[in-house]
């Protein structure tokens, strides 16, 4: 279980806990307009490990353990942190110590979902849709034949979240230069009746990927809002 960075105290991170979040670094995507590009960036995550600035996972563990009652929760977010071979049982470790735990994901390892949301280890998931089954690669910065795996493989993850009985959110961040109302109007159509669905207004963290790029209008995403309350009556508008 690699961590290459720790924040100890959010109160957005996980919706009604005061929690800690974990950051992992490695990503399979490479979204153009990532707001954690050194997470994603291979030669970043060799670099830290060359020179040992991960963080061990025992020592988050003995934070947590110091902290507990004054926080209650762990988000871990990435990268993609199911990408992490050993996530399971550190989670676990989490758990015991009396936390909740979070899970930011893509989506695209729904085995590995399925396994720690069968294990009872994770209390909430947050999931990025990214986009459309036309507009994936695009946006996901990867190639037409991985894509057309990957998408598949976030539909499952949908269901098994779904059906899950964990509490979770989808959310899609929204990129002018990607998302159109329609391709809002498509996502939510593939996330009918799911009761949170949230579109996040993109705002340059100043640690993007690759690029130039801008949010889109308010009256725009009031357009989208529109559109996914078409299938998904709850939609929100998250960053605005």
Known sequence: MKIAGIQKLTLLDFPGRCAATIFTPGCNLRCP???????????????????????????????????????????VTGGEPLMQPGIMEFLQKVKELGYAVKLDTNGTNPERLRALLSAGIV?????DFKNCREKYALTTGISESSAAILYESTLLSADFIKKSGVEYEFRTTVVKQFHTVDDIRAIARALAGVPKYFLQCFEDSGDILGGEYAACSKETM????????????????RGM
């Open 123 to 127: 209390d909430y998931v947050a999931m």
């Open 33 to 75: 307009f990532c707001h954690n590009a050194s997470l994603v960036d291979p030669s970043y995550v060799q670099q830290t490990i060359e020179h040992n600035e991960l963080i061990e996972p025992e020592e988050v563990l003995e934070f947590l353990k110091e902290r507990f009652g004054r926080l209650t929760g762990l988000a």
């Open 222 to 237: 009031h357009e989208m809002l529109a559109a996914a309350r078409e299938f998904v009556p709850n939609a929100q508008l």
